[in-house]
């Protein structure tokens, strides 16, 4: 079969360009022929597919623009006997007869519950494109050629309530087996999370801040607006009483991210997630998981104890302190064989069934 797959920008990392390269490399082994039609020309190699950009270099802004062309797309791939939007976005098949799979990240909350009437001039010009093309997508979300695939049930139900269609679960690869558990622990904690506002990174900061333990967060800073946001961070700490507990790490290698992952005894996260693979590495690199109670943290940490109440700072200390005490030590195997639906290999079953399907 001929799969014509949309992804905008490929080559800065994160959980949704894993996604997309696990499912390249599935359906190569299966023997599909796949075309990668992009926005910006890819940074990494990509053998063995044919890829089609409409920039041969990276915008380093616009992105709403981005996401505008990324959903144009779908022209491109009007010769393929499926498409497959795999970055989440808005996209809508060419041909009448021709079916889309969607892979959904998100709920499409923010595009289609965006009020565009505040803006005026030139910001009206730059947003109306991309939001009246939000609302033909919604308007066309139920025909049967629109497929939707739900990264987690937290989602899934998102979809259903949102706009009455079903969707199948396929969640996100996790490359489990990259991680080794016999590594002695530390007494330390440990946050992966990318740089930017939503992640609720100071309040990650302020409530380990009170703690007397080592704290990292490592993130990458994709966008000036990143950067911008890990400097505030960084000011953020050193205003506060100097303890020397916390620290920062940009952009690192994925061995050093793994090596930090093994080390640590404790991970903590601060935001919602609509899945969260850094969460269910944690685990299989033998962190006990401290979670928010909301979105799908309910899935991939499926123990109560574990999770605490949405910015409850003290709540969140004591879990951090019951699990440095090893008071959750008795849940290591069981959190580990919970993860065993989020391997690479479930992944690549469950996606190229769906499709070939």
């Known amino acids: 079969m001929k799969i014509g797959i949309i992804h905008g920008f490929v080559g800065g990392g994160g959980g949704t360009e894993t996604t997309l390269l696990t499912l390249i490399e599935a359906l190569v082994e299966n023997?599909?022929?796949?075309?990668?039609?992009?926005?910006?020309?890819?940074?990494?190699?990509?053998?063995?597919?044919?890829?089609?950009?409409?920039?041969?270099?990276?915008?380093?802004?616009?992105?709403?623009?981005?996401?505008?062309?990324?959903?144009?797309?779908?022209?491109?791939?009007?010769?393929?006997?499926?498409?497959?939007?795999?970055?989440?976005?808005?996209?809508?098949?060419?041909?009448?007869?021709q079916k889309i799979i969607i892979y959904c990240h998100h709920d499409f909350r923010n595009e289609t519950e965006k009020d565009i009437t505040k803006y005026k001039g030139i910001w009206s010009a730059y947003y109306k494109p991309y939001y009246v093309l939000s609302q033909k997508f919604v308007n066309?979300?139920?025909?049967?050629?629109?497929?939707?695939?739900?990264?987690?049930?937290?989602?899934?139900?998102?979809l259903k309530d949102r706009f009455g269609k079903d969707s199948t679960i396929v969640y996100p690869p996790v490359d489990i087996d990259a991680f080794r558990t016999s590594v002695k622990k530390e007494q330390r904690v440990l946050t992966i999370s990318r740089y930017s506002q939503e992640k609720n990174l100071e309040f990650a900061i302020d409530t380990l801040n009170e703690i007397d333990i080592p704290y990292?967060?490592?993130?990458?800073?994709?966008?000036?607006?990143?950067?911008?946001?890990?400097?505030?961070?960084?000011?953020?700490?050193?205003?506060?009483?100097?303890?020397?507990?916390?620290?920062?790490?940009?952009?690192?290698?994925?061995?050093?991210?793994?090596?930090?992952?093994?080390?640590?005894?404790?991970?903590?996260?601060?935001?919602?997630?609509?899945?969260?693979?850094?969460?269910?590495?944690?685990?299989?690199?033998?962190?006990?998981?401290?979670?928010?109670?909301?979105s799908a943290h309910k899935e991939t940490v499926p123990f109560d104890d574990l999770r605490y109440k949405p910015d409850d700072k003290k709540d969140a200390q004591e879990k951090i302190r019951n699990a440095i005490a090893g008071n959750y030590d008795n849940l290591l195997d069981k959190l580990k064989n919970s993860i065993s639906i989020y391997s690479k290999q479930s992944f690549k079953k469950s996606i190229t069934e769906l499709i070939e399907k």
């Open 31 to 97: 023997k599909h022929t796949v075309n990668l039609y992009t926005v910006s020309k890819p940074t990494i190699s990509l053998p063995k597919i044919k890829v089609q950009s409409v920039f041969p270099f990276r915008l380093p802004a616009f992105g709403l623009y981005q996401r505008y062309l990324e959903s144009k797309l779908a022209e491109k791939a009007k010769d393929d006997d499926l498409i497959v939007q795999v970055s989440g976005g808005l996209a809508l098949p060419y041909r009448n007869d």
């Open 216 to 294: 990292t967060i490592i993130g990458n800073t994709k966008t000036r607006v990143n950067e911008l946001y890990y400097e505030d961070l960084v000011t953020r700490i050193k205003n506060h009483k100097p303890t020397g507990k916390i620290s920062l790490m940009k952009n690192i290698g994925r061995n050093k991210v793994i090596e930090s992952l093994m080390l640590s005894k404790v991970y903590f996260h601060a935001s919602p997630e609509t899945f969260g693979i850094s969460i269910v590495e944690s685990i299989a690199a033998g962190c006990i998981p401290i979670v928010p109670d909301n």
């Open 140 to 158: 066309q979300i139920s025909d049967k050629n629109i497929i939707l695939v739900a990264n987690s049930k937290f989602i899934q139900d998102s």
